[in-house]
Each structure stands twice: as C-alpha cells, then as structure tokens.
C-alpha cells in the first residue's frame, strides 16, 4: 500500500514552454502533496505544501506564479513550471501524506527529470 | 530553528562490513524521526521511522536505528552491507509549523558505496 506515482518520469522541453507533473496517490487519499525539488548530489528541497481544495503554500524564494500547484482531488496533484528556463531544469519529486495522518510520514513518487534546453 | 546532519557525505565499505550511517538532529521538541533511501534517478524509500516507544527500530533490508535522545542521535547501522545497498541515504526530522501541521526537513544525505 501507500503507493505514489508521478507522470512523466521524465521530460525534455524547450526554453519558454510550460510543463506539466502529476502526482497521484494510488491506493489511499492524501490530503496533502508535497513537491521537492532536488539538485545534483544535493538533499531534498521543499517547495511547496499543497492541500486539497485550497492553495498550496509555498516555501521562501520559491516563485509561485511559475510553480503552479493544483491538488483538485485526494489523489492529484499537479505542478506546471511555467515559462520553462534552463535553470529549471532539476529533478522533482512529490509526496502524499496519509489523511488524518499526524507524524507527516510521507510516501514518495519516483520522481520526474525535467530538462529545459 | 530544527536541523538535521548528516555529518559524512561519502561511505565506502567493503561488501559484508558493518556500517553506520551518522544523523544528528536539533530540536528543543519531541521529534519524528525517518530514514530514506535513494537509488539512482528513483525516488525515496522509507527504510525505517521513529515515532515514539522502543528506541531501537528496526527496518527494511536489515537496517536498523537507535533513536539517542541524550545525544540527539539517529545513526543508521546494517550488520553486514550488500552491493545492493549502494544508494544515497537521507536522515528526515518531522517537527510542528506555526499555523498547523508538520514539516519535513532531510539532511544533506550519506553516499553509502559497497565495494567488492
């Protein structure tokens, strides 16, 4: 169980165009999403909160008009990076916490390799 | 303000070695405590957690982890390390945010290398 997926695994885009990740919880309902965002040979970034039904809550220095987060059901999540830079490019990694679950234990998904040429 | 450390970046080990993954936590609170595992362009695999109760857990893959709360301590051990088990490991801390709810914070994570 507690089984998250994310969609695509990965992605090349081109300068300027708008990309889109999915994450779904799979076989339980998540109230809450998180998106990471992890450098090379770096740790997990957090970028934002993201709760069903309500606007996600971003970290500081993250740019939430080009980290767009919906979370329009217990099972989906979506982030679109708008206006895609090659600076964008990065590996993001989401997250579901079990509803009414409160030690914030997180199930992962694989993750999407996003590369903005 | 919470932090999590992982003091060694790199471990290289011989297959079948003991090893000990080192994370060291700050926190004036009661804490929650996990481990992670990452392979290569995969995302993370919960190995083990401490909530409460017994401060020694026990995990998949025959890790391990003592939670020290004198030390504020979390070390990761495995008797005898696979080739299998190269991957990057990340200690995570879960504490309350003002305004509800909790957070988590990963450390910078350990490279654990198995060599023949």
């Known amino acids: 169980g507690a089984v998250v997926s994310q969609h695509p695994s990965r992605v090349i885009c081109k300068s300027g165009t708008s990309v889109k990740i999915e994450c779904r919880s799979l076989d339980f309902q998540a109230t809450t999403m998180f998106w990471y965002r992890q450098f090379p040979k770096k740790s997990l970034m957090l970028m934002a909160t993201?709760?069903?039904?309500?606007?996600?809550?971003?970290e500081q220095g993250v740019e939430k008009d080009k980290f767009l987060i919906n979370h329009a059901s217990l099972t989906l999540s979506t982030l679109t990076v708008t206006s895609a830079h090659p600076e964008d490019s990065s590996f993001y990694i989401c997250?579901?916490?079990?509803?009414?679950?409160?030690?914030?234990?997180?199930?992962f998904g694989p993750g999407t390799r996003l590369t903005v040429l | 303000a919470q932090s999590v450390t992982q003091l060694d970046s790199q471990v290289p080990v011989f297959e079948e070695a003991p090893v000990e993954l080192r994370c060291n936590y700050s926190s004036s609170v009661s804490v929650y405590l996990f481990w992670y595992v990452q392979y290569p362009n995969q995302g993370l695999q919960l190995l083990l957690k401490?909530?409460?109760?017994?401060?020694l857990v026990k995990g998949i893959n025959g890790f391990e982890a003592e939670f020290n709360k004198s030390q504020t301590s979390f070390h990761l051990r495995k008797p005898s390390v696979h080739i299998s088990d190269t991957a990057e490991y990340f200690c995570?801390?879960?504490?309350?945010?003002?305004?509800?709810?909790?957070?988590?914070?990963f450390g910078t994570g350990t490279q654990l290398k198995v060599e023949l």
């Open positions: 401490y909530l409460s109760g017994s401060t």
């Open positions: 995570a801390v879960s504490l309350p945010v003002p305004g509800g709810g909790n957070k988590l914070t």
């Open positions: 997250s579901a916490r079990l509803k009414r679950e409160k030690y914030n234990e997180q199930f």
């Open positions: 993201s709760n069903e039904g309500s606007k996600a809550t971003y």
